[in-house]
């Protein structure tokens, strides 16, 4: 079959800091090759819409698929299902991802019949199948799939994360994915799944808890193929199990392999696996993301973050001994008045760390979907992309937005503009040389993005496609999951059960 496979467009904070290849979607391009389809990808983060139409008249895909990790693109992506049914008649549309898997049945209910199919869970195993049946029939019988007909069987979960390999060849444009300075920049994934539960957060509910890793041949022997300087670790938590980072490492120092790398972890599996992230800085890791959420023990009780403020503080001190610059996530809660707001500037410009803000927001899959008693005041999909406030704020709205973007402007001007092209000058020469200017651009476009008044102004949109209420918190926290446990390989499930 022709299958052309769409990424929607970037969400407000991706427009400025970073740009990432789909990974996930280029594993589904994989496995759907390997199942003998001819396909193709557009990614809307890199692509025009007009690109888009092109590829539909000319290519004329019996089957296309949209990648919804993020509720915020949910209503573009209802948009784009319109269209192609519009100009391809016939064409069989289908979502996956991350995001839509937890409302599957309620997208499909808003999409009036431009979607065929929500593929919930993993799409590697569903991918292959699920064109069989949209071409010879069977659909309700495609593990993973919900139709206006009702669920069918559970997601598959794949049994080793080595295969299929991302099918990167079919992007385009691969120069402008970058992170900050890496640029160009690829993505991989070293291990997938998450073993914490915090209140706020996906991860763990999407697999059930588990976590699988991936050989540390097949990592090395991915990384060899990999063309880009710099690289991504997509997964959740790097290096949980120390020997597994160490025997990656091992495999990198063996074929020489030598690139720029920027990965996301937790403070205490820093400072339990020091060894093994010292051995990755000799090998090329410069960036590191700390998911801190908050500076007080409060705060990181309610998210149920598991770590101590004493340990959040040791673990940037260990960072910054290794020589590894940090970005570190704080969640703001839409209940903070200006003296929140204020403290929380000091501690940012107090530390020489890249701090990151972001609203707190009940996602559908998370505990405080269910838990959270404040009222939803919006349920605008384009408003969760954790930049909006979804929840009543303390401050009048309109100031709520002024003091956020005031602190991000406030904290990105440590790492923007000017100061930083004269820092990071021979960073910045060498890659215009090359041809590279994501970076160059990123560091003038702050205010065309973060600005209060367009954020508030977002609320006041006609609004077509509106998020489900959230039910009743379930009795079971495990019926949350997307993979449950019955359908995952043994040692993710027992790796899961240890944590
Ligand atoms: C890496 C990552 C990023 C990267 C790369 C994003 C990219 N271009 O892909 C960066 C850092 C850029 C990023 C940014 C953001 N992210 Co992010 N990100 C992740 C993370 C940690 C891993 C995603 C990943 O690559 N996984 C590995 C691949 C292989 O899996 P996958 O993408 O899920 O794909 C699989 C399935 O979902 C499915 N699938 C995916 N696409 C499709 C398509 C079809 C047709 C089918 C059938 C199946 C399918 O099959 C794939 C293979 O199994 C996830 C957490 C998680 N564990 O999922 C959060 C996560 C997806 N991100 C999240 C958020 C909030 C954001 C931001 C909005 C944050 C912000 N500060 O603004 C931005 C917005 C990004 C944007 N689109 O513009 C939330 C999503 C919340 C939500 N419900 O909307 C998540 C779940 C994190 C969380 N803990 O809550 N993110
Ligand atoms: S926030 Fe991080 S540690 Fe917590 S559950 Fe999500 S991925 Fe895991």
Known sequence: MRLLLVHPSSLMYSKIFLRLEP???????????SAGHEVRVVDLQVCSGSELSAELASFQPEAVGISLNYLANIPEAMDISAQVKRSVPGCFVFF??????????????????????????????????????ARDGGLQEVPG?????????????????????????????RRRYFIGELDPCASIEFSR???????????????????????????????????EPNVFVVDDVAFIRPEHGDAIAAELERRRIRKRYYLETRSDVLLR?????????????????????????????????????????????AARKLGIAVAINLIVDPAWD???????????????????????????????????SRRLTTRDYRLFDIQHAVVPTVLPLDEFYRELVRTQAVINR???????????????????????????????????????????????????????????QPADRRQLYIHPRETLPRAAAQAGRRA
């Open 23 to 33: 990974l996930g979607l280029e594993r589904v391009a994989g496995a759907a090759r």
């Open 96 to 133: 996956g991802g991350h995001s839509v898997s937890f409302i599957a049945e309620d997208v499909l209910a808003q999409a009036e019949g431009y979607v065929d199919a929500v593929i919930r869970g993993e799409g590697e195993t569903a991918v292959g199948p699920l064109l069989a049946a």
């Open 145 to 173: 799939i919900v139709t206006r007909e009702g669920r069918g069987p559970a997601p598959q979960t794949l049994h080793s994360i080595d295969a299929p390999l991302p099918a990167r060849d079919l992007m385009r444009r």
């Open 193 to 227: 799944g998450c073993p914490w539960d915090c209140s706020f957060c996906s991860a763990w509910t999407f697999y059930g808890r588990a976590y699988r890793k991936a050989s540390p041949e097949a990592a090395a022997q991915e990384l060899a193929s990999i063309r």
């Open 273 to 317: 696996n020091l060894e093994v992230f010292e051995r990755w800085e000799r090998l090329g890791l410069r960036y590191m993301f700390l998911g801190m959420e908050a500076i007080d023990a409060e705060g990181l009780d309610l998210y149920r973050k598991r770590v101590s403020p004493d340990e959040n503080f040791r673990a940037l001190e």
């Open 338 to 372: 200006v003296t929140q707001f204020q403290t929380i500037r000091e501690f940012a410009l107090a530390v020489p760390e890249i701090v990151h803000l972001t609203v707190m927001t009940p996602y559908p899959g998370t505990e405080i979907w269910h838990t959270e």
């Open 414 to 472: 440590k790492h923007l503009g000017l100061r930083t092209a004269l820092a990071a000058g021979r960073i910045l020469v060498a890659n215009l040389a090359r041809g590279q200017t994501n970076f160059a651009r990123m560091l003038w476009k702050f205010s065309q993005v973060y600005n209060a008044n367009l954020q508030y102004a977002d609320h006041q949109r006609p609004v077509r496609y509106e998020l489900p209420l959230p039910g009743p």
